[in-house]
């Protein structure tokens, strides 16, 4: 009855809980390690030229300020046959798709979580600036979902590599990464207001209700 109750005050009908919360950071923290740990060794063993990727990033969609021709053609050799069909048929259906659904529902639950009203130490924003804050998560995930599809054309369609495909790739690969710059600035923003709220009564020897 309470959680209905508090569910109600909140702008949006939905009550998120500190559990769901943790649950969704332990799900991408553990997305995150399978990525580093398991899939980007296992295309970096497949790859055909393992040499070309000293210094270099292995994975096209970690290039913040996008890419050109050259680089997705010299990349998309380097990899290799089998390196291009674990790229395109393994990784990022399967494993970059799994780390953008969770950081999307980590931030989601988040920032809904630190702007609960019903909360003592939330957040009190209108509720179209709430949703305003979801716009960016949402958009990560949208540019993420583009960018996979446009760079696993690219492979298939390898040693024919379209310019235009390329551009609309590396497009999306901007966008999606000045949308997380974004969600990354509005969490950590509002991790330490609440973090503040949160130890405000304890610093001043007191509780809030």
């Known amino acids: 009855m309470a959680a209905e109750t508090d569910a109600g005050r909140d702008g949006l009908g939905i009550w998120i809980r500190i559990w769901d919360v943790l649950a969704a950071f332990a799900l991408l923290a553990a ?88 909360k003592g130490h939330a957040l009190e924003i209108p509720s179209l600036a709430r949703k305003a804050m979801l716009v960016p998560p949402v958009v990560q995930f949208l540019c993420d979902v583009g960018e996979n599809f446009s760079l696993r054309s690219l492979m298939d369609e390898y040693p024919r590599i379209n310019a235009k495909l390329v551009e609309t790739a590396s497009q999306f690969t901007q966008f999606k990464w000045l949308a997380i710059f974004a969600t990354t600035l509005i969490l950590i923003g509002l991790a330490a207001f609440t973090l503040y709220r949160m130890l405000a009564p304890v610093s001043q020897g007191g509780t809030r209700a």
């Open 31 to 118: 997305s995150f390690l399978w990525v580093r740990l398991e899939a980007v060794p296992q295309m970096l063993s497949l790859a055909a030229d393992k040499g070309y990727f000293t210094g270099k990033a292995l994975l096209l969609d970690t290039y913040r300020h996008g890419y050109g021709f050259e680089t997705v053609r010299d990349h998309l050799r380097a990899l290799g046959d089998e390196g291009r069909a674990y790229y395109g048929h393994s990784f990022l259906p399967i494993y970059d798709l799994a780390n953008s659904l969770f950081l999307l529902t980590f931030s989601v639950l988040f920032i809904l979580y630190a702007t609960q009203t019903a």
